[in-house]
């Protein structure tokens, strides 16, 4: 049900509130927030819909900050009621996948870990590890993540080379294989010498291993290789047995002592401080630790509510085969016997979620808990080290608050040509790499052989944050910038009073400036300056403040070296053929094929290109006036 949007907050507005109120059944389901632009700040479930929405609002209730923050801003409520508790939560789960809500920001997607991808919605799937677990397309899978990379790495490398796969992510030759198709160690993917099916195969294999179910396919392999013994296939069955004994090495020394090693489980737990909460999931299969992933979250939660939402977000995507029959947990879920129907009716088969308070089980629990509390530790190290250089630069720069979002933007080009620009975003100190970004310069005048920094960062600037500007009727520039994860606490360019006074320029044209901190690092003494301040701070290039400056410089080179070189790259691989309006990359190589050179292209009549087939009277003389410009 979708309500008219109000500009005033619901709390302002008792009697709104009330009818608002009033409107929403007891009824299981799901509801959001939405503040005055329309946009959904929050998402959430209940079994009874108005007693929990109403709590929201009752001064009693006991609201985090964040939460207590949520409500003052809360314009529109509105739901969406469900047969059972067990739709409200599968609909809660797949609507804040989908809007992201900024108040149910709850694990933290810091790029830390680790997660293996099968591109499945391909022909002949990709297996690759990344950092950044985003679904591009629906077919492709995710597995993590992952506590040890390292390890993770070498799991891909024994696949690969006990499992003939695909081992370069782009073909070395056009028309042959290379050779890892002689060594056997490819089937031949790039020239299609395996049939997509069959490879798809030998990919569900590699999966299994990341499924946690290596036993199962061991077992399967085994049936096989007895078949092809049966069969006088001497050979196959040789392979076979060499890839279960590759597998076999794989858990040889995960071993876990339980007294019930046929079950599957998982045993989640987590150690927080009053920030952060690092969750640990171990996955034991037969017996065996199969997989150790990781989770980081904001702890604005129960420590219940945290570890339900890791398992959710956790088995969301995962296949029914995935889900082990017994769940451990540290602390009791507030929605478990929800969560434990949900996944019943997914996997098959009954699923149990238990807090063991006693015995083996309980001691698996500690030693989760235990793994999890030495990764807090080591986040808190890096923490503390973090903080004191954001409470150094907050007294060099006497800002009022440690800067929570810095930005960096750098210019990178070689005498003007393939200009680009950078911009890389510290979060508490450290590189969030999923809010980098790239910007190639648009200005007209910054041609190869004209460079001009101070037009381009200016302009950088002005895109970056002209959606802020008052002069856009469309957007409220108060609450974007009021309490937005979006807006930067310090803005730093690389460079001198020059970039500096640019960007100072155009920040106070868009009517910004007011709201935002902007300095300048020069890199040859390491001297920050201010806006309208012709010295420099005194500071020494070695003091923490400086140096979380220095990193983040030097981030934003590297940022935007590395686009400007990929720039440049592309350039050199593209034809001038490409820039020729309606000739295609079909009729390119008819071209080609015909002259031989792009030199007898240029030096050819409309007559002669137009006896090329597939080129008419009308593209041949395109072709011939973009090589003789009138």
Known sequence: MTIPTQTLPLIKEPERLES????????????????????????????????????????????????????????????????????????????????????????????????????????????????????????????????????????????????????????????????????????????????????????????????????????????QMQAASEGLNFESAARIRDQIAGLKSLNANQKVSLPDDTVSRDAIALAADDKHACIQLFQIRAGQLVGRLAFVADTHAEPGAILQRALEEHYQTADSVEIPAEILVQHDLPDGEILADVLTQRKGRKVTILAPMRQTKAELIEMVERNAQYELQRMQKFGDRNHQAMQDLAAILDLPDLPHRIEGYDISHIQGSNAVASQVVFIDGLPAKQHYRHYKIKNPTVTAGHSDDFASLAEVIQRRFRKYSVSESAIDPQLPRLGNPDWPDLIMIDGGKGQLSSVVAVLQEINVLEDLRVVSLAKQREEIFLPGESKPLTTDAEQPGVQLLRRLRDEAHRFAVSFHRQQRTDKLKRSRLDEIHGLGHHRQKQLLGHFRSVDYIRQATPTQLAEVSGIGPRLAQEIYDYFHPS
Request: contains cysteine; proline residues 6%; aromatic residues 10%.
């Open 20 to 223: 608002r109120l009033a409107e929403i059944p007891p009824e299981p389901g799901v509801y959001f927030m939405r503040d005055k632009n329309d946009r959904i700040m929050y998402i959430g479930k209940s079994r009874k819909l108005r007693s929990r929405v109403r709590s929201y609002f009752r001064d009693a209730y006991n609201k985090s900050e964040r939460i207590a923050t949520m409500v003052k801003l809360v314009t529109e409520i509105e739901f969406i009621v469900t047969d059972t508790e067990a739709e409200a939560l599968a609909l809660e789960a797949n609507l804040i996948k989908q809007h992201q809500p900024y108040f149910n920001v709850l694990l933290k997607d810091d790029k830390k870990y680790p997660y293996v991808c099968i591109t499945w919605s391909e022909d002949y799937p990709r297996i690759f590890i990344t950092r950044k677990r985003q679904l591009g397309k629906e077919k492709d899978k995710f597995y993590g993540p992952y506590t040890d990379s390292g390890l993770l790495r070498e799991i891909l490398r024994l696949c690969k080379r006990i499992f003939p796969l695909r081992q370069r992510p782009q073909p070395l030759f056009k028309d042959r294989p290379c050779l890892n198709y002689d060594l056997g160690r490819c089937p031949g993917v790039c020239q299609q010498l395996i049939l997509s099916e069959e490879y798809r195969k030998i990919v569900q294999k590699i999966a299994m291993v990341f499924q946690g179910r290596t036993q199962e396919l061991i077992d399967i392999l085994t049936q």
